[in-house]
């Protein structure tokens, strides 16, 4: 498969791009007016992503640390996150973009410290939101200790 991958590298830099230029003229230009999921369109745009994703990732050896955090609290993220959302205020005159970047950030961070610190207090708190995934640099660590 990763023959393939790199084989094919130049399709798959510019496969994302094409699909989504294809999908925003078939949208803005009402040739397709359905939302949803299902559109074939969005099955050719996340191909190509996930493809996109596997070659940018290949080069990488070891999983970055904040990608490593946020992967051992994603079930906290997902179970606290909207409560933190609910209560974010709209601020006027901030870009989109950043407004959405800003919410990401603080609602990832605010569930991640929330759960550590639900979790340091009692014992029943993991049935609530569930126990930190343990993962392969936890692992690690714990062999490490040990020998």
């Known amino acids: 498969m990763k023959n393939k991958i790199q084989k094919h590298k130049k399709i ?3 496969w994302p791009t094409a699909a989504f230029l294809t999908m925003a ?3 803005r230009g009402d040739i397709i007016d359905v939302v949803s999921s299902k559109r074939i369109d969005n099955l050719v745009y996340t191909t190509g992503v996930i493809f996109f994703i596997i070659l940018l990732t290949m080069k990488v050896r070891k999983v970055p640390s904040f990608v490593s955090l946020i992967s051992r609290h ?3 993220i997902y179970l ?4 933190f ?3 974010l205020p709209p601020i006027e005159g901030v870009n989109p973009l950043a407004y959405f970047l800003l919410a990401a950030v603080y609602c990832v961070l ?3 410290i929330t759960a550590k610190i639900l979790l340091s207090l009692s ?3 993991n049935l609530l939101i569930g126990k930190p995934i343990v993962t392969p640099q936890d692992l690690r660590k714990a062999n490490e ?3």
Do not use: D, Q
């Not at 606290?80 to 409560?83: G, I, N, Q």
């Open 85 to 87: 959302l609910y209560y």
């Open 145 to 147: 200790g040990t020998s």
């Open 110 to 112: 605010s569930s991640i």
């Open 123 to 125: 014992s029943v708190s």
């Open 12 to 14: 798959i830099f510019i």
């Open 74 to 76: 994603s079930f906290h």
């Open 80 to 83: 606290v996150h909207t409560l």
């Open 25 to 27: 003229v078939l949208v």
